[in-house]
């Protein structure tokens, strides 16, 4: 194993402290001044890392979005095919963000609105992460109707609207409202969400709380 460099950690210390001042203060606000307060170095300092704050936004969102993925993939790895993985899936989803530690929760809620009307290359970035997100939740629920662990009537779209509406809601309930069992109230939500689609007569999420 290579050891990190002072500059490799230095930088990643920066798109940290990056993230989670952007989800207070917006990703469009984020200055090279205002994260060398946060992080202690001049302003030069950060500004030597990134070519303009474009690119800071650009590797903000990167780095935010292989923190997301990471237990994605895991959950993805660890499950069968099908409905197992889009609850695997689902339920990640659910205990990463209800694991954030960034001041102002859910990274890509904050991020997404701050960019929903402004086009370009971060807003772009963005969309892309979710999008993909909702994809391969579309695409474990057509697997799951063909395998017969769904109704072969459900709405895919719908599904994967729903379990993601349910982590944003969850995420809105805890970081406005402070509503502290918020995500428990989620897992309840995709409990009855799956039952009700599922066309197993059993919980399908037992044994996974």
């Given amino acids: 194993m290579t050891k990190e460099s002072v500059g490799a950690r230095r930088k990643r210390e920066i798109l940290a402290a990056a993230a989670d001042l952007s ?12 994260i060398a307060e946060e992080v202690g170095l001049t302003k030069a300092g950060v500004a030597a890392h990134f ?8 590797a903000v969102i990167e780095s935010a979005a292989a923190a997301y993925a ?3 993939i ?9 409905l197992p993985r889009l609850l695997a899936l689902a339920l990640a989803w659910l205990t990463h963000l209800e694991g954030i530690e960034y001041r102002g929760g859910c990274f890509f809620a904050s991020a997404g609105l701050a960019f929903a009307a402004n086009r370009g290359p971060v807003h772009d970035s963005i969309a892309k992460f979710t999008r993909d997100f909702l994809e391969t939740l579309e695409e ?3 697997l799951a109707a063909r395998l017969g662990e769904l109704s072969p009537d459900i709405s895919h779209e719908i599904l ?3 379990i993601h ?10 970081e406005l409202l402070g509503v502290t069992d918020a995500f428990v109230l989620a897992r309840h939500a995709l409990t009855d ?12 999420l037992e044994g996974t709380r």
Avoid: M, V, W
Avoid at 74 to 82: D, H, N, T, V
Avoid at 165 to 174: F, H, I, S, T, Y
């Fill in 165 to 174: 509406a349910l982590a944003q809601e969850a995420n809105l309930r805890r």
């Fill in 160 to 162: 994967a609207f729903q």
């Fill in 23 to 34: 989800t207070a203060e917006g990703l469009g606000g984020l200055s090279f001044s205002r």
């Fill in 74 to 82: 895991l959950a993805a790895k660890s499950s069968e095919p099908g």
């Fill in 140 to 142: 474990q629920s057509r």
């Fill in 193 to 204: 969400l799956i039952t009700r689609a599922s066309s197993i007569a059993t919980d399908p």
């Fill in 70 to 72: 990471a237990p994605l």
């Fill in 51 to 58: 070519d303009s704050k474009e690119a800071l936004q650009l």
